[in-house]
């Protein structure tokens, strides 16, 4: 049976939100793809017509929950003038930890990707310059460029490294966990504030 | 057939350090209990012998990884009096990003350990609270406590998050990975040496 032109991007949209947020919630080597066409609703046929490998659908269905996060970033952005500090409040929240299938595909899958493969590895870096970039238009009174990128991408970084690790505690000790959030605050915003 | 003791301390030991390598290498959910058995030369039954789950050889498997590499740690320490930057020289280095298998099981499977039960969870808060108060150690000078663990809490958090990246892009940019690690090392040292 053919498919029209709309109904393949309809169905092309479910199998990229449903793996998406699959591979967020229970990691990419822990879902096949037969269980995302599943949840799409859709045929393992219908899958393969959108995506010739799992290798595929797992960098398009990255770029895909990043770029969505990235909407209502943008959005809480342009509502008024975000300062770093302001951004640090949001990517280090409770909420932010606690909202594992909807929240940030780099910290949800940060230590799987280095086991996938190149394309994967683009997507990824795509997504963490988008955010570095993000951070660095709040810290243009930084210069040289040098030292703002630098601070920028530690803060990116320290944000997954903190998400990750708190999320690993949170079962044994959430005491540790709500520590580990606030210690990555408190430390990039005081690096920060030692900037002009 | 009964196994002597020694022979089952023995295949206990060839399991875990199989278990530890291949759950750091290819992932947690990207490997069986059957290959684990298979890679150690021994049956699936006599797996089950010792580690009655895949959650507890995943969990002693976590413990047992961190503590080899902590041996060597402490040999490291104990040939002169090391400084804290000296530790983020070492656990932010190019070698430490490209040993996987048998480098750090907390960045190696940080993202996938949100994903597992309590008992794992719980030796992520092991080995994290024991590297932790081993950076600490080389900040006795920095008063009160206080400040002093949390440095050392997003140090150790900023190195996962740095390795578990810059494994991550090194496949697409191998420039980034290096100037993730870079950024994250001085920052953290600037960090500390803004204190006394």
Redesign the interface.
């Known amino acids: 049976m053919r498919v029209s032109k709309e109904k393949a991007a309809e169905n092309r949209i479910a199998l990229l939100r449903a793996a998406s947020q699959l591979f967020r919630q ?5 879902v096949g793809v037969a269980e995302v066409a599943k949840a799409a609703g859709l045929t393992h046929g219908a899958l393969y017509a959108h995506f010739p490998s799992k290798e595929a659908l797992v960098a398009e269905a990255f770029a895909f929950g990043f770029d969505s996060n990235m909407v209502g970033v943008r959005e809480w952005a342009e509502a008024s003038h975000r300062s770093f500090d302001e951004y640090l409040d949001v990517l280090l929240s409770t909420e932010a930890r606690d909202n ?1 299938e909807t929240g940030c595909p ?10 996938q ?2 394309d994967v ?2 997507r ?2 795509n997504a ?2 988008e955010l570095v970039s993000t951070l660095e238009a709040t810290l243009m009174e930084i210069k040289p460029r040098a030292k703002r ?3 920028a ?2 803060a ?7 998400i ?2 708190s ?7 959430p005491t ?1 966990a709500e ?2 959030l606030e ?2 605050r ?3 915003a ?2 920060r504030a ?1 900037l002009p």
Chains 1, 2 share one sequence.
């Not at 229970?26 to 822990?30: F, T, V």
């Open positions: 229970r990691g990419i080597d822990g594992l780099m910290t949800a899958s940060a230590s799987e990707i280095a086991r493969g190149d590895s683009t990824f870096v963490f310059e990128r630098r601070l991408v530690a990116v970084t320290a944000e997954i490294g903190a990750a690790v999320r690993a505690v949170a079962k044994a000790n540790l520590e580990v210690s990555t408190k430390t990039v005081k690096s030692a």
